[in-house]
């Protein structure tokens, strides 16, 4: 007997902005996690499954690089398709896009859940030899009020008979794709897969949730996703350092922190000769013990000529997320008599925290004049000097 193929639509097209912390710039499932993003831990918790044949992210429209920077390689991998409008539309455009290779189940998952097990999982699937759909549950320990006009309580629900649900919700792929196609059809939005299958008349069994399989919605959730990864890792903090130095050349701008600032001189160099990156990548390496920037992105590499300093921070960002670590804070300082740096210090803050998936608040962009004194003093070049706090696991 052939085993069954089993497929994992994993839905990730919404924004997630109800989950942004302190002005971060990435939505919920992008966001770094225990040094790696949300949608990452949850594609590894299927990868971690044997069992599963197929992966289907359904990623928004708008973040198509978002997703590609994560740069997952398995063969179950396929590559994601375009959501729609709703959750239940995302849900169908997967289902669409496996329809040619038919698989025999279908797991449905929310990217924003990262916990997901592989005994949960293999309980959903092993719930399908026997009905038509599953999916994890919890009972409800709260007293449930129901009100009708959001003010006063019309009556108190018996909680003994409520259950949380979770995903991933496992269904047989042929009746949930009808499902789906005959939901699309009436003035309905459905809050779950599961709903949908009830609705079409479906049998979905219940199998026994876990307390971990949270769902990040707001930013709350974000705290209580860090307390449980670290709660595998024992962690410690790093401190790393980093210094920098380019001379000035004839020319109209300078880059400092990914900003392009009008100039009366450029800074002399093999790559943009962005200082204010150049010591912050170096603080970052050193706080994890990679080396510098000259380790891993040589000047004698002509590839580099005129690169621009952000592709050697993201390289110092996805290191601490292959190290299971996470950026606490930055810190950088610049010396020069001129460019005047205070009105582009959000801008700075805002390219470095986009490079890096973490939020502005963690970043501190500071700048000052050596009075006149020595080599910037005489406007001869420009210096930065930085910090970086990063959490990884600890090495005994």
């Known amino acids: 007997m052939r085993s069954k193929s089993i497929a994992v639509i994993i839905v990730a097209a919404g924004k997630g902005e109800r989950a942004i912390v302190d002005g971060a710039p990435d939505p919920k499932q992008?966001?770094?996690?225990?040094?790696?993003?949300?949608?990452?831990?949850?594609?590894?918790?299927?990868?971690?499954?044997?069992?599963?044949?197929?992966?289907?992210?359904?990623?928004?429209?708008?973040?198509?690089?978002?997703?590609?920077?994560?740069?997952?390689?398995?063969?179950?991998?396929?590559?994601?398709?375009?959501?729609?409008?709703?959750?239940?539309?995302?849900v169908l455009e997967g289902l669409k896009a496996l329809a040619p290779s038919r698989p025999d189940l279908v797991l449905i998952q929310d990217a924003a859940r990262p916990f997901a097990t592989p005994a949960l999982i293999a309980s959903v699937i092993a719930a399908l030899e026997q009905h038509d759909g599953a999916l994890p549950t919890l009972p409800v320990t709260d007293t449930i009020k129901r009100a009708l006009d959001g003010q006063h309580v019309a009556a108190t629900e018996d909680r003994s008979q409520l259950y949380a649900a979770q995903t991933p919700q496992g269904f047989r792929f042929g009746q949930i794709f009808s499902a789906h196609m005959r939901a699309a059809t009436i003035r309905r939005q459905f809050t779950d897969d599961a709903e949908i299958a009830e609705w079409a008349g479906l049998r979905v069994a219940m199998v026994a949730g876990e307390r971990n399989n949270i769902k990040i919605t707001h930013p709350d959730d974000f705290a209580r996703a860090e307390r449980i990864v670290s709660g595998d890792l024992v962690m410690e903090t790093r401190i790393g350092t980093g210094f920098d130095v380019h001379s000035f050349e004839p020319g109209d701008h300078v880059w400092l922190g990914g900003v392009r600032i009008p100039y009366k001189y450029q800074l002399n160099g093999h790559s943009d000769s962005d200082v204010a990156l150049h010591a912050l990548t170096d603080a970052i390496y050193g706080a994890i013990g990679a080396g510098d920037i000259g380790?891993?992105?040589?000047?004698?590499?002509?590839?580099?000529?005129?690169?621009?300093?952000?592709?050697?921070?993201?390289?110092?960002?996805?290191?601490?997320?292959?190290?299971?670590?996470?950026?606490?804070?930055?810190?950088?300082?610049?010396?020069?008599?001129?460019?005047?740096?205070?009105?582009?210090?959000?801008?700075?803050?805002?390219?470095?925290?986009?490079?890096?998936?973490?939020?502005?608040?963690?970043?501190?962009?500071?700048?000052?004049?050596?009075?006149?004194?020595?080599?910037?003093?005489?406007?001869?070049?420009?210096?930065?000097?930085?910090?970086?706090?990063?959490?990884?696991?600890?090495?005994?």
Not at 73 to 84: E, F, N, Q, S, T
Not at 329 to 346: Q, R, S
């Open 295 to 396: 380790v891993h992105f040589p000047p004698s590499d002509m590839q580099w000529k005129g690169a621009a300093s952000t592709l050697f921070l993201k390289h110092a960002g996805e290191l601490v997320a292959q190290a299971q670590g996470r950026i606490v804070n930055l810190d950088v300082t610049i010396v020069c008599e001129g460019p005047k740096i205070a009105p582009h210090v959000t801008a700075m803050r805002d390219v470095i925290a986009t490079t890096l998936g973490i939020a502005p608040a963690r970043i501190a962009v500071k700048a000052t004049t050596s009075e006149k004194l020595g080599f910037t003093g005489r406007e001869e070049g420009i210096v930065a000097m930085a910090s970086a706090s990063i959490e990884v696991p600890r090495i005994d």
């Open 30 to 90: 992008y966001r770094i996690l225990g040094g790696a993003p949300v949608f990452s831990r949850t594609i590894n918790a299927f990868l971690g499954v044997p069992e599963i044949t197929q992966i289907l992210p359904i990623i928004h429209a708008e973040h198509a690089g978002r997703y590609a920077a994560i740069s997952l390689a398995d063969a179950r991998l396929l590559p994601p398709v375009i959501g729609g409008p709703t959750r239940q539309a995302s």
